[in-house]
């Protein structure tokens, strides 16, 4: 199979960091910021940033409904942070006029780990990925509060505030999210985890 080419939303956030992370994971990166650079790529990341910044962006540049359109047309998308935001059918604590593109049935609580200062680190299980666990780097980053019956839980970390754990990656048929950033780390597994979905999906 052909080296699958996997754009980046390329509107705002750390863009660069995952058309490296992409590039070690064997894939064609390029950064998608007009309908027609979507047209020409076989998947997409979302990364990180503000999301309703990215919100916005991407209605300006005229790339929400294209975007829908292929996410309802199977195309595969990763989102970290932001990305998942931009991924949730249902958001809490968002702002009123912030619009998602959806396709992964769950409710994201944005901000839900607390403010830029509260940043933190930590090892994350995250299931279909062999070896260590990955390192979770979240900067005011979301976490899922429900998921839908279709949807499949990747990682989990433990609750600050009692027994239960927090949602924090997750898929649905070609979707993927993380709360956190692997792009940041040097570990590029979860990277290579969606070029697979990708080719599978290509399949």
């Given at each position: ?154 990682a989990e970390v433990p609750a600050a ?43």
């Open positions: 199979m052909s080296t699958p080419t996997i754009g980046v939303l390329a509107l705002q956030g750390d863009v660069r960091e995952h058309l490296v992370a992409l590039a070690a994971a064997d894939a064609l990166a390029r950064p998608v910021r007009r309908p027609e650079e979507l047209a020409e790529v076989d998947a997409l990341v979302m990364p990180g940033g503000e999301s309703t910044t990215i919100s916005k962006l991407a209605v300006l540049f005229g790339l929400m409904e294209p975007l829908r359109e292929r996410v309802a047309a199977g195309m595969p998308v990763y989102g970290t942070c932001a990305g998942m935001i931009m991924l949730a059918d249902k958001i809490l604590d968002g702002r009123d006029d912030q619009e998602t593109v959806g396709g992964i049935d769950m409710t994201v609580r944005r901000n839900a780990f607390g403010r830029q200062n509260e940043s933190f680190e930590t090892a994350i299980p995250f299931a279909g990925l062999a070896g260590d666990p990955v390192t979770g780097v979240f900067i005011r980053a979301p976490w899922v509060e429900a998921v839908g019956a279709g949807v499949e839980v990747l505030d009692g027994p239960d754990a927090r949602i924090v990656a997750v898929r649905q048929g070609n979707l993927l999210a993380t709360s956190f950033h692997p792009e940041l780390t040097g570990d590029h597994r979860v990277h290579e985890y969606f070029v697979r979905m990708v080719e599978a999906a290509a399949r």
